[in-house]
């Protein structure tokens, strides 16, 4: 379902736009989940909506310039900084409705597409990009284990040598 070169590798892509008459109001367009004819999905997500916004204010601007094309790349802006056009924790929307899949936490990178009042979504699990090291984490236990073990037997061998000594006085 359109946009098959966005779609591989687990990565996923969502077109988002605003609801015909209300620019306040974003769905889903375009979802690998979302099929065609299905209630479109609303989204309520901050750095869609101030991408999204900031668009809408920019391609206000530039329809009032000669040589206006709405697929023209949009012009450089503080908005689009790296912190405000991606999330490390965010919920795919559709998840309420297709859990099996798109259910926990992705890492997601939001744009504007050209100049038009739709963006998109660059959607990857969470953990298929940031696997879990389990290595790491049992060599911490064996090291913390193998220390607190060192201390004990540091311990012991103290209070036998205490315990000689009060033998001897």
Known sequence: MGLPQLQKEG????IVGPKEGDDSTYFIVLHAAVRHGEEPVKIDHEKI?????????ERQRLKRQPF???LDLPGS??????????DS?????????????YQGRWLA???PIGNTEFGIIVQKRYDEVIPVDYGIILTGAAVLLGALLMVAVAWFAFQRLAAGREKAS
Not at 11 to 14: E, N, P
Not at 49 to 57: D, G, K, T, Y
Not at 77 to 86: F, M, Q, S, V
Not at 89 to 99: E, G
């Open 68 to 70: 206006f094309d709405e």
């Open 109 to 111: 990178g939001f744009a």
């Open 11 to 14: 990565r996923k892509a969502v």
């Open 77 to 86: 802006n503080a908005i689009l900084d790296l912190g405000r056009i991606t």
């Open 49 to 57: 909506r101030a991408i999204l916004e900031w668009q809408r204010v």
């Open 89 to 101: 924790n965010y919920i795919d929307p559709v998840a309420a409705r297709d859990r099996d899949w």
